[in-house]
């Protein structure tokens, strides 16, 4: 029986998490041994082509207690006797001594019935986000008593307490991140700086082939051949739509554009109310959320993209987010802020422009000067594009990875294995 991996996802599959699902393809294309335990069932209706490519089984957890109670129940009597469950026990108490205590309650329970749950083949369990996926996984390791290790992004790196990051990162086998600003924060939590590792996502060039874009002179001066603004993300306070809309407001009335955004989100109706109040709702297509296929036609068929990324009031924050790498790969000139990693992708005046968070004015002077310059979309494009094909690609961090969970049977013994 071959020794298997369990990833631990918050939910799956998602299409606003592309780059989990390539990631799991592309290491199972290397040979690793995956099972996938998510602790949502999907919500969304479509699926992007790669999640029908990954052939890892999934099972779900109880996403709230109540709602399986016998399949919880019947977990903590088989565990409830064993050391593990009283260190276990003992690790989640002092967690939920500090709140939030409903959630950590039913993290608990979702560790105990993953726990009671596994095969005897597992050998690692493996988290993506450092939050409530971690938490999870942390318990049901102790109770387990295997290795875990864990994916850490965006929001759970900088919406989880220091206090919580440095405990996990005390006792997790190792961890990578995708941006070098969240390696440096956790790097310096960690009791050794070599447990966490930078590993961009990249991309899968061969799902993401450069066209042919072919040379415009569109400036925005004719009213029948307006400019294509797009956008893809999902309507939350980090991704500054609503600063966006008031740069669009602001361009000058002589300049002709269309704008087209494609995602879900909590906010995407009180956008809609802005925007028609702006007086710019006629120019705006809201497609809601679309599979990866729908978003690279979209990208084909703009002329600029921007994403007016910003720090949320909770300290929410993109890492470096994906579709900017998806829309350079499409040689699409791309605007966006100076915020978390997109400096570490998008270089100022080379590879697209780069405007402060929060400043509409500054984004409004980005959007008109590359509206009117068509030969400036197309060297910051065909450079952007450069920048990823040379630098971005998603191969050498899958190598990466599958070497540090090793090939089943033959895995590297683990710190507490070996314990």
């Known amino acids: 029986m071959t020794d298997r991996i369990v990833f631990v996802l918050k939910g799956y599959p998602r299409l606003s998490e592309t780059f989990i699902a390539q990631e799991i393809a592309a290491l199972e294309k290397r040979g690793v041994p995956i099972d996938i335990v998510s602790l949502r069932r999907p919500t969304d209706l479509e699926r992007h082509p790669v999640h029908d490519e990954i052939k890892a089984p999934v099972r779900y957890l ?23 469950y009283r260190r276990a026990r003992s690790t989640w108490w002092r967690n939920f001594k500090r709140g939030p205590f409903r959630n950590r309650l039913r993290h608990f329970g979702q560790a105990l019935v993953l726990a009671n749950e ?3 083949n597992v050998y690692h369990l493996h988290a993506h986000f450092l939050h409530i996926p971690s938490s999870v996984t942390r318990y049901a390791a102790i109770l387990a008593g295997l290795p875990w290790s864990c994916s850490a992004h965006a929001r759970d790196i900088w919406t989880t307490p220091d206090w919580e990051k440095a405990e996990k990162l005390g006792e997790m086998e190792w961890l990578v991140t995708c941006t070098e600003v969240g390696r440096a924060h956790l790097a310096a939590l960690a009791p050794e700086e070599r447990r966490v590792e930078l590993v961009y996502h990249g991309l899968d060039l061969d799902r993401f082939a450069a066209p042919e874009r072919p040379a415009t002179r569109k400036d925005g001066s004719n009213a029948a051949d307006p400019l294509t603004i797009l956008s893809v993300g999902r309507a939350v306070s980090k991704k500054g739509y609503d600063v966006l809309l008031c740069a669009l407001q602001r361009l000058p009335r002589s300049l002709y554009w269309r704008f087209e955004h494609i995602g879900g989100g909590a906010e995407l109706s009180s956008l809609k109310e802005q925007a028609d109040k702006l007086g710019i709702g006629d120019k705006i297509t809201w497609h809601g959320p679309n599979a990866q296929r729908a978003v690279l036609e979209a990208c084909r068929n703009a002329d600029i993209f921007v994403l007016a990324s910003r720090i949320a009031e909770d300290g929410d924050r993109d890492g470096l ?22 400096p570490e992708l998008i270089i100022n005046d080379e590879t697209g422009l780069l405007v402060p968070q929060e400043n509409p004015e500054a984004l409004a002077d980005a959007l008109a000067r590359m509206i009117t310059d068509p030969l400036l979309r197309r060297r910051l494009g065909q450079a952007g594009l450069k920048r990823v094909r040379e630098t971005f690609s998603h191969e050498g961090g899958a190598n990466r990875i599958a070497a540090k969970f090793g090939n089943g049977a033959e895995h590297t013994p683990s710190l507490m294995e070996s314990a």
């Open 321 to 342: 987010p994906n579709v900017l790498l998806e829309a350079q790969s499409q040689g699409l000139p791309c605007i966006s802020t100076r915020v978390s990693a997109i």
């Open 62 to 84: 109880p996403e709230y207690l109540y709602q399986e109670p016998l399949r919880v129940f019947n977990a903590w009597l088989a565990l409830r006797r064993t050391p593990r």
């Open 118 to 120: 596994l095969e005897e």
